[in-house]
């Protein structure tokens, strides 16, 4: 190319095959040519010159060129001239000034093959980023979307897809379990990312992501692709089970029929592109009750108790339920946790009425200590749904004296040594804290309670500092997965009923004080 006996023309038809082939436009093939030559000539001619190369986009042909600046003193010939050789140099024109450059046409020579090889490089890697900067703009747009391709080769467990005009890569995480794929395979995936890097693969493919089942069916239910079925959410296990909530907004249709076909067809199609993952398709319903229940399928329900503000549920079963509520390590109730948006807690009714009536025995004790009262009346004040001394304090007489039992004087003694207790055990708890040493930083936190800060004290949690590396999870509990198992994680406050955004808060207004600097 670089050589002086290459004919003129060929070079341009080298530059049209090579566009059309790659896509790319043939300007920057022509400009990535210069380059290369530009390249060439610096090592033919000197480093120290100024140099351009150019292409003629009409004849082939190649000038090169020196280019010198017009100035009145020489100090670098290799980029300077006098106005008078300027003149000499380009006889043409008169109106050469300083300050003007001109250009010296230098001869065409066989650059050798070190140079040839240089320029080769050059081009190349300016076509391989052309080529991914198209591969970029061509699949940006396609991002959320099912693309199919043939399977080119496995990199590390990784598969590589030909898409045609580009390369996507499935990582292992991506695939689905047990899911044998073998080169030249046809194969379908979900584009989750499309990323501009050139040193990395660009696009990003999964086959366990939940989207590409919600996709999938999207393909093969017309009324989702019509918008007349909405998937509200999906949660999967691949290879294994999947979840998928739908509704529809016309009422006369029924949104899991239409997902199921006749005679299953249409699920059936989803299931076998997913080898062989069981699907359950479940109607959605703003009844969260009835929706869990569904979620929790075979399983059979007797309760459920909501915690929307930290998004917990508890369901109460029978015995005979419980495994298939869990399902096979857990598979069950984890699906349906992610389907619904919600921590689910599986309790028997067994356990169910053993913690009522330990927490009946304990608020019963907790009356019975603090209000100095025997246990019937204690008993009494539970069984009407008062939870803590703190909220006999607040009540107005009328509030007790309407139960069957107890007088005015009754539930205005009741209310008077309420808040005795609770001042008592204000004075208890700051001698206990100054005892433990609690920090008064930590003491003067917005939010924090002196019950909250025995609690922290006793788990070694004196300083504002300490207490603000912690996560809401440390504060409040929460659930993390062991082996396929849900194991719970006690929170240092869980007993204080706090919501993760009142845990959040909490942290962040420590580590505003500690780290304002």
Partial sequence: MLNRGLDKQELLRVVDSVA?????????IINSMETAIQRAAYSKFGSENEIEAQIDRKSGSIKIQKVLTIVEKVEDPAKEITLKGANLIDKK????????????????????????????????????????????????????????????????????VDLGRAEGIIRKEELIQREILKNGDRVKAYCFDVKEDAKA???????????????????????????????????????????ILVSSKDSSLDPVGACVGMRGSRVQTVVNELQGEKIDIIKWTEDLPTL???????????????????????????????SKAIGRRGQNVRLASKLIGYEIDILTDKEDSERRQIEFKEKTENFVKNLEVDETLGQLLVSE??????????????DIHKIEGIDETTAKELISRAAESIEKEKIEVSKKLKDLGVEDALLNLDGMTQGMLVVLGEKNIKKLIDFAELSSDELIGGFDEIKGKRIRINGYLEDFALSKEEADNLIMG???????D
């Avoid at 000034?97 to 240089?118: C, N």
């Avoid at 391989?128 to 959320?144: L, M, P, W």
């Fill in 201 to 243: 693969h660009q696009i990003f493919l999964s086959r366990a992501h939940p989207q590409f089942l919600a996709k999938l069916f999207f393909q093969e239910v017309p009324e989702i692709y019509e918008g007349i079925i909405e998937i509200k959410s999906v949660s999967r296990d691949p290879g294994s089970r999947a979840k």
């Fill in 20 to 28: 059309n082939e790659k896509s790319i436009d043939k300007e920057l």
């Fill in 292 to 322: 869990v229940a569904e979620s929790l399928s075979p399983a059979e329900i007797q309760k459920v108790l909501i915690d929307e503000q930290n998004k917990r549920m508890e369901v109460i079963l029978t015995e005979e339920n419980l």
């Fill in 385 to 398: 749904n008062f939870q803590s001394v703190e909220e006999i304090a607040q009540c107005k007489p009328d």
């Fill in 93 to 160: 024109n008169e109106n050469l000034k300083v300050g003007d450059k001109i250009y010296e046409e230098l001869p065409q020579v066989d650059f050798g093959r070190i140079a040839a090889q240089s320029a080769k490089q050059v081009i190349s890697q300016r076509v391989r980023e052309a080529e991914k900067s198209r591969q970029y703009e061509d699949f940006k747009d396609k991002k959320g979307q099912i693309l199919s391709g043939v399977i080119k080769r496995q990199e590390y467990s990784n598969v590589i």
């Fill in 510 to 516: 420590a580590r505003k004080i500690v780290f304002k």
